[in-house]
């Protein structure tokens, strides 16, 4: 063996023996590098705050979960729900639908959010990026469910009616916080999370419930 090829092996020997002795760091280790990272690598502009680096607890509880592969606890799953119904308010003029042409609107724009939305301008709530809402909309996702004649097949003729006011109810709770009726539900907490204002909620409400509205034809 020639001594060049010698030093070249005694090379990676130590390369290997240095590796070996270096300990792996640990998921922990890795999630706080990563959070360092982002935290000198952002700024906050616009409508991008800085908060959006630092989950909630629920949302830390559901990542990772999601990244696991194991399933919340029951417990777990049941406090978040609670935590999240408790965020839930009434229309403070005790009136749940707008008007649906502007809740189409709504459903339709994917703005806002960004570092580029200026502070206090409307976002949208891109309902089409995950649900089919109306018939006419020939593009949309399938993250959610089909939300055509929603009121319709929950037999809304009245929005107004004590029949209806078990489904209004349900359906306002859903948009304003999603996770007060599934834990770890990808939906946006739209009003938990300062997203649509209750007028664009109420509008959205509108879209689905109201007969005249074309979701409902």
Same mark, same amino acid.
């Given at each position: 063996?020639?001594?060049?090829?010698?030093?070249?092996?005694?090379? +990676? $020997?130590?390369?290997?023996?240095?590796?070996?002795?270096?300990?792996?760091?640990?998921?922990?280790?890795? @999630? !706080?590098?990563?959070? @360092?990272?982002?935290? #000198?690598?952002? #700024?906050?502009? /616009?409508? %991008? !705050?800085?908060?959006?680096?630092?989950? @909630?607890?629920?949302?830390?509880?559901?990542?990772?979960?999601?990244?696991?592969?194991?399933?919340?606890?029951?417990?777990?799953?049941?406090?978040?729900? %609670?935590?999240?119904?408790? &965020?839930?308010? $009434?229309? &403070? @003029? /005790? !009136?749940?639908?707008? *008007?649906? =042409?502007?809740?189409?609107? +709504? %459903?339709?724009? /994917?703005?806002?959010?960004?570092?580029?939305? =200026?502070? /206090?301008?409307?976002?949208?709530?891109?309902?089409?990026?995950?649900?089919?809402?109306? !018939?006419?909309?020939?593009?949309?996702?399938?993250?959610?469910?089909?939300?055509?004649?929603?009121?319709?097949?929950?037999? +809304?003729?009245?929005? $107004?009616?004590?029949?209806?006011?078990?489904?209004?109810?349900?359906?306002?709770?859903?948009?304003?916080?999603? #996770?007060?009726?599934?834990?770890?539900?990808?939906?946006? #907490?739209?009003?938990?999370? +300062?997203?649509? &204002?209750?007028?664009?909620?109420?509008?959205?409400?509108?879209?689905?419930? *109201?007969?005249?509205?074309?979701?409902?034809?």
């Amino acid at each position: 063996m020639n001594r060049k090829y010698q030093i070249a092996l005694s090379a +990676v $020997a130590v390369a290997l023996l240095t590796a070996c002795a270096t300990p792996i760091p640990s998921a922990a280790d890795l @999630d !706080k590098l990563t959070q @360092d990272i982002l935290n #000198r690598s952002f #700024r906050a502009e /616009g409508q %991008a !705050k800085l908060d959006r680096l630092s989950p @909630d607890e629920d949302n830390r509880l559901c990542a990772e979960s999601d990244q696991t592969g194991v399933p919340l606890e029951a417990k777990v799953a049941e406090a978040i729900e %609670a935590r999240n119904m408790a &965020t839930i308010k $009434a229309p &403070t @003029d /005790g !009136k749940f639908l707008g *008007d649906w =042409k502007e809740g189409e609107k +709504v %459903a339709q724009s /994917g703005a806002g959010k960004t570092w580029t939305d =200026k502070e /206090g301008s409307l976002n949208g709530g891109n309902c089409y990026n995950c649900h089919q809402i109306s !018939k006419e909309e020939l593009s949309y996702g399938t993250l959610g469910p089909s939300l055509y004649n929603y009121g319709k097949l929950r037999g +809304v003729a009245n929005p $107004a009616s004590a029949e209806a006011k078990p489904i209004v109810e349900y359906t306002w709770g859903k948009l304003q916080n999603a #996770r007060a009726y599934n834990a770890c539900s990808s939906m946006p #907490r739209f009003a938990h999370k +300062v997203i649509l &204002t209750e007028t664009q909620i109420k509008n959205v409400m509108a879209l689905l419930l *109201d007969p005249a509205s074309p979701v409902n034809k």
